[in-house]
C-alpha cells in the first residue's frame, strides 16, 4: 500500500491550495483518513480526519477555514485550505488508518509529505 500525495507549494497570506493523497495497492476497505502537519523542532501534529462514513475531525487552528473531503471509490482524500496564513506553513502528511489490502490487513500507513508555504 502506497500513499501519493500531491498539491502542495507557495502560497500569499489568505490564499488557497487544495492537497489530495491517493492510496493505492489492491485496497480492500480504509478507516479514517487524514492530514497532519509538521514544523520543523516539533511534533506532528493533527490537521484534520476523516471517517469512511464522512464523519469529521478538525484541529481548532484550521476549523472554518480548511475542508477535509474523501472519495471512498478512488481511495482519495483531499484538503481544501482557504485564508492561509504564515503559521499554515509546514510539511503535510497524509494518512490512512485500518487499511485492508490483498497484502494485509489493519494497519496504518502515511504518505510521503508535502510541503505548503504561506508567505506574509
Known amino acids: 500500500v502506497q500513499l501519493q500525495a500531491s498539491g502542495g507549494g507557495l502560497v500569499q497570506a489568505g490564499g488557497s491550495l487544495r492537497l489530495s493523497c491517493a492510496a493505492s495497492?489492491?485496497?480492500?476497505?480504509?478507516?479514517?483518513m487524514g492530514w497532519y502537519r509538521q514544523t520543523p523542532g516539533k511534533q506532528r501534529e493533527l490537521v484534520a480526519t476523516?471517517?469512511?462514513?464522512?464523519?469529521?475531525n478538525y484541529a481548532d487552528s484550521v476549523k472554518g477555514r480548511f475542508t477535509i473531503s474523501r472519495d471512498n471509490a478512488k481511495n482519495t482524500v483531499y484538503l481544501q485550505m482557504n485564508s492561509l496564513k504564515p503559521e499554515d506553513t509546514a510539511v503535510y502528511y497524509c494518512?490512512?488508518?485500518?487499511?485492508?489490502?490483498?497484502?494485509?490487513?489493519?494497519?496504518?500507513?502515511w504518505g510521503q509529505g508535502t510541503q505548503v508555504t504561506v508567505s506574509s
Open positions: 494518512n490512512a488508518d485500518q487499511v485492508y489490502s490483498a497484502r494485509s490487513g489493519g494497519y496504518e500507513y
Open positions: 495497492g489492491s485496497i480492500f476497505r480504509i478507516g479514517a
Open positions: 476523516i471517517t469512511s462514513g464522512g464523519i469529521t
